[in-house]
């Protein structure tokens, strides 16, 4: 999962791997400019939301 910023470019990403009985994430990162601004949690929250459908 990747955001991307208004000018196009990637602000973070977040890796998973995803089994039958789990999901985890593998790796997670927020460019430092765009930090303390919940990036990581709308990615988490959209991991949570694919892994509930």
């Known amino acids: ?5 208004e000018d196009g470019k990637a ?3 977040l890796t ?5 009985e ?3 994430i593998t790796l997670s990162y927020v460019d430092p ?3 303390r ?3 990581h949690t709308a ?3 959209a991991l949570r939301d694919k892994a509930k459908e």
Do not use: A, Q, T
């Open 22 to 24: 789990s999901w985890d």
């Open 43 to 45: 990615l988490f929250n």
């Open 33 to 35: 400019e765009h930090r």
């Open 1 to 5: 999962m990747v955001p991307i910023g």
């Open 11 to 13: 602000i973070g990403f």
């Open 37 to 39: 601004k919940h990036i």
């Open 16 to 20: 998973y791997d995803c089994g039958r």
